[in-house]
């Protein structure tokens, strides 16, 4: 089982694939949380260039509750990582958690169905850039 759904977009500058991504997300009721810039991060940390890679941390609050209640510790899983890199020929891709894949180390039968819906809101996001 592959852990990420992923497209690749040609011809989108990065940052109107960041914007895509993120009115794409809203659409299935994530908002972003975190944002995080590795090539900046990497640059000014460590003094190398990387490329293009940004990770979103992207939450539904209502399954996030629901993943709350029915696991504690879920929050180590939370949120739903996205990234969006640019490619070395200059394409860019999106690439997502898969939640069924990565909560499948948690048995709980509860939680397990909560994955499968949002797993089907993040492919739809993918799916549709």
């Not at 794409?24 to 000014?44: A, N, P, Q, Y």
């Not at 460590?46 to 890679?53: A, L, P, Q, S």
Request: aromatic share 6%; charged share 35%; net charge negative.
């Amino acid at each position: 089982m592959s852990y990420t759904f992923d497209k690749t977009l040609k011809g989108v500058p990065f940052e109107d694939a960041v914007l895509r991504v993120t009115d794409e997300l809203k659409k299935e009721g994530f908002g972003i949380l975190t944002e995080i810039d590795v090539r900046e991060t990497l640059k000014k940390k460590i003094d190398v260039d990387f490329r293009k890679y940004r990770i979103l941390g992207a939450c539904n609050p209502g399954y996030a509750h629901k993943a709350l209640l029915a696991e504690n510790k879920i929050g180590a899983f939370l949120p739903c990582s996205v990234i969006v890199q640019e490619l070395d020929n200059g394409d860019v891709e999106v690439s997502t958690v898969d939640p069924a894949a990565s909560m499948s180390s948690v048995r709980n039968e509860k939680l397990e169905e909560i994955a499968s819906e949002v797993r089907e809101k993040l492919q739809k996001v993918i799916d549709s850039l």
